[in-house]
């Protein structure tokens, strides 16, 4: 990108899923786990556009070309009582970066959850990525020391459903 222009954030329509599986394939390149993206636009169709769509997703473009995208979706509090933003997934294409798309993405993310009466707006980040903790923090936001995240899927899930271990 050769010139600063202001980035156009717009909700994603189901016309847009060839170009968001396509940047949900650069983030992963990125993030060096290709190897686990199995979405098609199938099932980003269902998962985003369906009758109880799961997760939400803006588009950013500089000059009308595609630069960034954010994935989120609603969770809750039960200390606040309020249900709550989660941030997936934020990525800016390398060319685009450095001049204010990821601002705007998180500042348009910011927005819509002070619209919708959330209590917070979070996410996490990769611990090598010290470029995107350092631009978060140059946001004012802060690192959560105090919780530990914890997933379960695969075997492990399916064992648990079953009442095992």
């Excluded at 530990?148 to 079953?162: K, M």
């Amino acid at each position: 990108m050769t010139q600063a222009t202001t980035p156009e954030i717009s909700p994603a329509v189901p016309a847009d899923l060839p170009l968001l599986l396509s940047l949900i394939k650069e983030l992963a390149e990125f993030e060096k786990l290709q190897q686990h993206v199995v979405a098609t636009e199938a099932v980003l169709r269902q998962s985003l556009f369906g009758g109880r769509a799961a997760a939400e997703a803006v588009i950013a473009r500089v000059g009308g070309e595609p630069a960034g995208f954010a994935l989120y979706f609603h969770n809750f509090s039960t200390f606040l009582g309020k249900h709550g933003l989660y941030l997936e997934d934020l990525f800016v294409r390398p060319e685009f970066r450095g001049n204010g798309v990821g601002k705007a993405l998180l500042a348009y993310l910011a927005k819509l959850a002070i619209e919708r009466g959330c209590g917070r707006f979070e996410w996490a980040v990769l611990d090598w990525n010290r470029r995107a903790q350092e631009f978060y923090e140059s946001l004012g936001a802060q690192a959560r020391t105090d919780w530990i995240g914890y997933r379960i899927t695969g075997d492990a899930l399916r064992r648990l459903s079953e009442g095992g271990t």
